[in-house]
């Protein structure tokens, strides 16, 4: 399957400079100012992390890992459409699964509180946005689960997954999914964690707060501190992302 979907279905080819940008840089250059101007960056995301997890999932189906597929903060849907396009076209057996409170983040408490990165409510959107996205593009909807994690996940996960996004941002809402998703992956599944960021590996000193969530981390490492898979960094320009694949 191509990929190229990910930058045509989206403005996600965010970094090709604009003719009004282009001529600014051509100012900057003779003017010898080492920086250039382009589009701001996407709504939660980067090109590079759809395209991680464009080739994750590939290779989940490649591998013909037996399961369903699952969004764990599915937000309005962006991430969704990429997976759902690339079942519809590799593998639409497997049913999608979509998982979000839509009213944003919980009560921040506990172990986030010391990060301050985020707030009760950040990201909240109705769930008529990712039901809006999906009809305009033709798509079947995933089956939608709304609510709090602590509530949904632990009754209303399929009994056997192939590929995990997990993308809740918080300390507990990471923990609050990480022990169901890992029991029911399939050996070969593989759980893509989004905003794990690691500053021992990949130092970022300019990457924004926002994408900095240090308790995903922390809620990771300390699940897989007695397991026997790897947890590994992913290069997503100015986002980051890991990824762990199930023994
Ligand atoms: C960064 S957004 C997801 C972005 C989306 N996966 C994408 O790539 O476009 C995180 C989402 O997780 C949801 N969320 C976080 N903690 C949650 C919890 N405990 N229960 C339900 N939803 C939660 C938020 O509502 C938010 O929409």
């Known amino acids: 399957m191509h990929n190229t979907f990910i930058a ?42 759809r395209m991680n997890l464009f080739h994750l999932l590939d290779q989940t189906i490649a591998f013909g890992i037996p399961g369903d597929v699952v969004e764990l903060g599915c937000n309005e849907g962006d991430s969704t459409i990429v997976m759902r396009m690339m079942l519809d076209e590799m593998a639409p057996e497997k049913e999608l699964h979509a998982y979000d409170s839509f009213e944003g983040l919980p009560e921040i408490s506990g172990d986030d509180q010391q990060d301050g990165v985020y707030a009760k409510g950040n990201m909240a959107v109705p ?12 798509l079947k909807l995933p089956v939608i689960h709304k609510g709090w994690f602590e509530d949904t996940v632990p009754k209303q996960l399929p009994g ?9 941002d918080l300390y507990s809402s990471t923990m609050a999914v990480l022990p169901h998703v890992y029991e029911r992956l399939s050996p070969g599944g593989i759980g893509m964690i989004a905003v794990y960021v690691d500053d021992e590996v990949f130092p970022r000193p300019g990457l924004q707060g926002y994408y900095k969530s240090p308790g995903v981390k922390r809620a990771v490492d300390e699940f897989f501190a007695d397991k026997p898979e790897k947890v590994n960094l992913l290069y997503s320009c100015e986002n980051s992302n890991a990824y762990f694949r199930k023994l």
């Not at 989206?10 to 051509?26: E, M, S």
């Open 160 to 168: 056997k997954i192939s590929f995990a996004l997990i993308d809740g």
């Open 8 to 49: 045509t279905t989206f403005d996600w080819d965010h970094r090709t400079p604009v003719r009004w940008q282009r001529l600014a840089n051509k100012v900057l250059r003779k003017l010898k100012i080492p920086m250039m101007l382009t589009p701001p960056q996407p709504y939660l995301t980067s090109v590079e992390v």
């Open 127 to 138: 769930p008529d946005l990712l039901t809006a996205k999906f009809k305009k593009l033709g």
